[in-house]
Protein backbone atom coordinates (compact mmCIF):
# COMPACT_ATOMS: atom_id res chain seq x y z
CA UNK A 1 0.00 0.00 0.00
CA UNK A 2 2.82 2.80 0.98
CA UNK A 3 4.43 1.90 -2.65
CA UNK A 4 1.15 2.28 -3.91
CA UNK A 5 0.44 5.72 -2.20
CA UNK A 6 4.38 6.81 -3.33
CA UNK A 7 3.61 5.95 -7.42
CA UNK A 8 0.27 8.22 -6.48
CA UNK A 9 2.35 11.34 -4.92
CA UNK A 10 4.89 11.09 -7.68
CA UNK A 11 2.21 11.02 -10.44
CA UNK A 12 0.58 13.93 -8.57
CA UNK A 13 4.19 15.85 -8.56
CA UNK A 14 4.64 15.80 -5.08
CA UNK A 15 8.01 14.82 -3.04
CA UNK A 16 8.36 11.89 -1.23
CA UNK A 17 11.32 12.13 1.27
CA UNK A 18 11.16 8.20 2.49
CA UNK A 19 8.15 5.72 3.24
CA UNK A 20 8.87 4.83 6.24
CA UNK A 21 8.07 1.63 8.24
CA UNK A 22 8.83 2.54 11.51
CA UNK A 23 7.82 4.66 14.73
CA UNK A 24 11.67 5.16 15.61
CA UNK A 25 12.16 5.71 11.87
CA UNK A 26 9.79 8.54 11.22
CA UNK A 27 11.12 10.22 14.55
CA UNK A 28 14.35 10.47 13.40
CA UNK A 29 13.24 11.62 10.10
CA UNK A 30 11.48 14.40 11.84
CA UNK A 31 14.72 15.44 13.66
CA UNK A 32 16.36 15.41 9.91
CA UNK A 33 13.79 16.79 7.54
CA UNK A 34 10.60 19.36 7.94
CA UNK A 35 8.41 17.82 5.31
CA UNK A 36 5.96 20.36 4.12
CA UNK A 37 2.62 17.60 4.92
CA UNK A 38 3.41 14.15 6.44
CA UNK A 39 0.69 11.26 5.18
CA UNK A 40 0.51 9.21 8.06
CA UNK A 41 -0.83 5.66 8.80
CA UNK A 42 -2.14 4.91 12.17
CA UNK A 43 -0.42 1.69 12.49
CA UNK A 44 3.48 1.45 11.86
CA UNK A 45 3.53 -2.54 12.31
CA UNK A 46 1.47 -2.42 15.11
CA UNK A 47 2.47 0.23 16.78
CA UNK A 48 0.24 3.28 17.43
CA UNK A 49 1.38 6.60 15.47
CA UNK A 50 0.20 8.84 17.71
CA UNK A 51 4.36 9.81 18.93
CA UNK A 52 4.37 10.61 15.34
CA UNK A 53 1.91 12.96 14.91
CA UNK A 54 2.31 14.55 18.26
CA UNK A 55 5.68 15.52 17.36
CA UNK A 56 3.84 16.52 13.77
CA UNK A 57 1.41 18.60 15.65
CA UNK A 58 4.43 20.17 17.61
CA UNK A 59 6.79 20.95 15.31
CA UNK A 60 3.20 22.70 12.97
CA UNK A 61 4.00 20.23 10.35
CA UNK A 62 0.37 19.00 8.34
CA UNK A 63 -0.53 15.61 8.18
CA UNK A 64 -3.27 13.51 6.86
CA UNK A 65 -4.16 10.41 8.56
CA UNK A 66 -4.44 7.36 5.80
CA UNK A 67 -5.87 4.22 7.68
CA UNK A 68 -8.83 1.55 7.52
CA UNK A 69 -9.27 2.07 11.52
CA UNK A 70 -11.60 4.98 12.27
CA UNK A 71 -14.22 6.00 15.08
CA UNK A 72 -12.18 5.56 18.34
CA UNK A 73 -8.69 5.34 17.31
CA UNK A 74 -8.80 8.59 15.87
CA UNK A 75 -10.16 10.31 19.89
CA UNK A 76 -6.23 10.83 20.49
CA UNK A 77 -5.41 14.64 20.68
CA UNK A 78 -2.84 14.66 18.50
CA UNK A 79 -5.08 13.24 15.77
CA UNK A 80 -8.06 15.21 16.39
CA UNK A 81 -7.53 18.14 13.76
CA UNK A 82 -6.34 15.80 11.21
CA UNK A 83 -8.36 14.33 8.67
CA UNK A 84 -8.62 10.89 7.93
CA UNK A 85 -8.95 9.40 4.14
CA UNK A 86 -9.89 5.66 4.43
CA UNK A 87 -7.78 3.02 2.70
CA UNK A 88 -7.30 3.06 -0.17
CA UNK A 89 -7.82 6.47 -0.79
CA UNK A 90 -8.67 7.55 -4.40
CA UNK A 91 -5.83 9.95 -6.10
CA UNK A 92 -8.19 12.50 -6.29
CA UNK A 93 -9.23 12.52 -2.44
CA UNK A 94 -5.46 12.54 -1.23
CA UNK A 95 -4.64 15.08 -3.81
CA UNK A 96 -7.69 17.13 -2.40
CA UNK A 97 -6.68 16.48 1.61
CA UNK A 98 -3.27 16.97 0.94
CA UNK A 99 -3.99 20.70 -0.44
CA UNK A 100 -6.65 21.20 2.03
CA UNK A 101 -4.00 20.88 4.96
CA UNK A 102 -1.37 22.57 2.91
CA UNK A 103 -3.20 25.34 2.35
CA UNK A 104 -5.12 26.03 5.66
Do not use: W
Not at 80 to 97: M, S, W
Amino acid sequence: MAMDLETMLLREGCEVIELVPSIERALLILEAERPDAVLLDLNLHGESSTAVAARLNDRKIPFVVVSGYAGSSMNDPALQNAPLVGKPPTPAELTRRLSEVLHS
